[in-house]
């Protein structure tokens, strides 16, 4: 290792999850020029499961972020480098990945996830170099790192006159004459917040272009809005995005990159709905006697402070049920042709979160009191809501619920969450005339779907297991009898 790997050390993306081969950096907790230490969270990045802190694994100056906020990098690949030897000489820092780096993607990103980005965090202020503005467009095939104010000085660029600074991204010497626009001496970088730049990204707005109108010279969201109506049709960059076609003001359609959670519940699905032969079952059934024990649970000092709910009870009726039918707890293993039966319940909760759907599950959950039943589900919940869910969470799910009825949905046809035998649908309960000892009186009813895997589950044991499930909801009393 020469002197120069051993002074500057770089950081690669890496694998925060089981198997995952890529994560969109959401945010940056540094920026070029900060000192780091060991241990410290230097990013937040979002994967197909959730969003994770890295922190970095040893000391020094922040040189450089090879990527922005925004970005989907490649697991394995260099997000960041640090200076371990701040103020040890001139020698040259090493050169941002290529293509052909081992740990680099084979392509670099397009151009576009380059363009209109902040190279300093919103609460650090303006950064040293923020005097120099960037080249309006990245050379084809070439990262712009973003580098610390402090280190050594980058090659030269091609024009005496306006040379680039060590605070500049890294050009070759023919990245201005390549993408046609030259740096221009003296010209200020354009101060914006991250979401503002992103906006005249999609809307192909240069933002050196655009008249600040916010304290200290802020660029605005209007700012962007105006500038980009004040650009005339005959003028409009040749190649605008179709999202940023369809953010202009007052266009009706939005289009927003597939990615993150959206991007993994999607291939999820497609794949569960067209690998696993789905049958789903339904029942309707008086739930009355259990809303009154909902009633009275939450009065019970044992369960003071826990989440006592409907859905509660629900997912404990389902783990008696599946200890009644312990087979219908399994998984189809389609490389070795087995069926895959577990002495355990790892029971996922669908949660609806800002990011999307997730499935995070409860582990162990057939060994679980109603107690800490009640206190694992409220924190898979609320961690669920804050988004600090974590891969290992999400992963070794057996059976699912999904509760549709906080949304006055009577029931649905769910699908299964891959590598899951079943998944109960918890419709709304709702006041219904019922017969009930023979007169027809309201009674607190609701709906309950069972898909299941055909494969491993057949008809009978599916029904026997729905059939358990309302069965304990008639007559919670049988919780105790049953279970």
């Not at 260099?78 to 030897?85: E, G, K, L, N």
């Not at 660029?157 to 740096?183: D, R």
Request: proline share 10%; glycine share 8%.
């Amino acid at each position: 290792m020469t002197a120069v790997e051993q002074r500057f050390r770089e950081f690669k993306m890496p694998d925060v999850g089981e198997g995952l081969t890529e994560a969109e950096i959401l945010k940056w907790f540094v920026a070029p020029g900060d000192t780091v230490t060991d241990g410290q969270v230097v990013c937040e990045v979002e994967t197909a499961k959730a969003a994770v802190e890295l922190p970095i694994p040893f000391d020094g100056v922040v040189h450089e972020l090879r990527f922005d906020e925004g970005t989907t990098v490649d697991v394995g690949t260099v997000i960041i480098s640090v200076d371990t030897q701040p103020g040890a000489g001139d020698a040259p820092a090493p050169a941002p990945e290529t293509a052909t780096a081992p740990e680099a993607p084979e392509a670099a990103p397009e151009p576009a996830e380059q363009e209109g980005r902040q190279a300093n965090l919103v609460g650090y202020g303006a950064a040293p170099s923020s005097t120099k503005r960037r080249p309006r467009k990245p050379v084809p095939g070439q990262q712009q790192p973003r580098t610390a104010p402090a280190a050594p000085a980058a090659p030269a660029a091609p024009k005496a006159q306006a040379p680039a600074p060590a605070s500049a991204p890294v050009e070759t010497a023919a990245g201005p004459e390549l993408n046609g626009h030259g740096p221009r001496p003296g010209a200020a970088r354009p101060l914006a917040k991250p979401p503002v730049r992103k906006l005249a990204k999609d809307l192909g707005i240069d933002l050196a272009t655009v008249t600040p109108t916010g304290p200290d010279g802020i660029i605005t969201r209007d700012d962007v809005h105006a500038a980009a109506e004040a650009v005339p049709a005959a003028e409009a960059p040749a190649a605008v995005p179709a999202a940023a076609e369809a953010a202009a003001p007052g266009a009706r359609e939005r289009r927003v990159p597939i990615k993150g959670v959206r991007k993994a519940t999607a291939q999820a699905m497609v794949s569960s709905a067209f690998t696993a032969p789905h049958v789903t079952e339904f029942v309707t059934v008086d739930v009355t006697r259990t809303m009154k024990l909902v009633a009275d649970l939450k009065q019970d000092p044992d369960l003071a402070g826990l989440r006592v709910n409907p859905l509660l009870l629900v997912a404990k009726a389902l783990l008696v049920a599946i200890k009644r039918n312990p087979d219908v707890n399994a998984s189809w293993d389609e490389e070795n042709q087995e069926i895959v039966y577990k002495d355990y319940v790892n029971l996922g909760i669908a949660a609806a979160t800002p990011r999307g759907l997730i499935v995070p599950n409860i582990k162990d959950a057939g060994a679980k009191t109603l107690p800490e039943l009640a206190s694992a589900l409220g924190e898979l919940v609320s961690t669920a809501r804050e988004g600090r869910t974590s891969p290992a969470a999400m992963s070794g799910g057996t059976v699912t619920i999904t509760n549709v009825g906080v949304f006055g949905v009577d029931t649905g046809t769910p699908i299964l969450n891959p590598g899951e035998s079943a998944i109960l649908a918890f419709g709304a309960v709702k006041l219904q005339p019922w017969v009930h000892k023979g007169e027809v009186k309201p009674r607190q009813v609701t709906t309950l779907a069972l898909s299941f895997d055909h494969r491993l589950v057949d008809g009978e044991l599916g029904s026997r297991v729905l059939a358990d499930v309302a069965a304990i909801l008639e007559r919670p009393k049988r919780l105790i009898t049953w279970g």
